[in-house]
Every structure is written in structure tokens, then in C-alpha cells.
């Protein structure tokens, strides 16, 4: 069993920064692919950035390819989404999830764990 519990969001202004983290608890953290998702008001939950369980392998969206880095901590059972040049369209609220298959964890579809979210808001 894993729990996820996200922190870091809040207001920033476009071209700011912001750093999540997603702190799991159980001692078999270490081997689960994690991935970052968000959803904005109306819209599809999104894949944002997935990170393996060593951490060696990572995978971002397009759209936040050059700006945001998924990294963790397996000491610290945490794995961080450092957010830069943030942009009105980064409003969301981000989940973290973690599973044991790759496919889940870019997709978001079947993941087995998730977080309960944290609002991130960008103003123009």
C-alpha cells in the first residue's frame, strides 16, 4: 500500500517558479514509476512528466519539455516537479500517482496510487 500526499502548490506570476513534491509513504517506494498529471477546470486530466524508480529514465509533455524537471529521492520517499517560466496555461490542479508499470504511469489511465492534488495557479 502507498499513500501520496502533494505539496507545493500556490500562486505564481507567469515567468515564476514553482517546486511540488509528492511524499509517499511505505517502505517499497523505491520501486514504483512515478508520474506528475494535471487537470484544469473543464478539461481531460493530463499527462505532465513521469520519472522511473531508479530515476534514471524520465518523460515530459511537450508543452513542458525545457521548463519543467521531474526528479526524486528514494531516501526521502519524495519525488519534486520543479516548474519554470511558468505560464497561465500551467493552471491546474497537479496529482501525483505512482505504479509499477511505465505504460500506467505516462498514460495516467490505471495508475494504483494517487494523490489527492494541489492547486497551481499562474497569473498573467
Known amino acids: 500500500q502507498v499513500q501520496l500526499v502533494e505539496s507545493g502548490g500556490g500562486l505564481v506570476q507567469a515567468g515564476g517558479s514553482l517546486k511540488l513534491s509528492c511524499l509517499a509513504s511505505?517502505?517499497?517506494?523505491?520501486?514504483?514509476?512515478v508520474g506528475w498529471f494535471r487537470q484544469a477546470p473543464g478539461l481531460e486530466r493530463e499527462f505532465v512528466a513521469a520519472?522511473?524508480?531508479?530515476?534514471?529514465?524520465?518523460s515530459y509533455v511537450d508543452s513542458v519539455k525545457g521548463r519543467f524537471t521531474i526528479s526524486r529521492d528514494n531516501a526521502k520517499n519524495t519525488v519534486y516537479l520543479q516548474m519554470d517560466s511558468m505560464k497561465p496555461e500551467d493552471t491546474a490542479v497537479y496529482y501525483c500517482?505512482?505504479?509499477?508499470?511505465?505504460?500506467?504511469?505516462?498514460?495516467?489511465?490505471?495508475?494504483?496510487?494517487w494523490g489527492q492534488g494541489t492547486q497551481v495557479t499562474v497569473s498573467s
Open positions: 500517482a505512482a505504479d509499477r508499470s511505465w505504460v500506467a504511469v505516462v498514460t495516467g489511465g490505471k495508475c494504483d496510487y
Open positions: 520519472i522511473s524508480s531508479k530515476g534514471g529514465t524520465t
Open positions: 511505505g517502505r517499497t517506494f523505491s520501486s514504483y514509476f
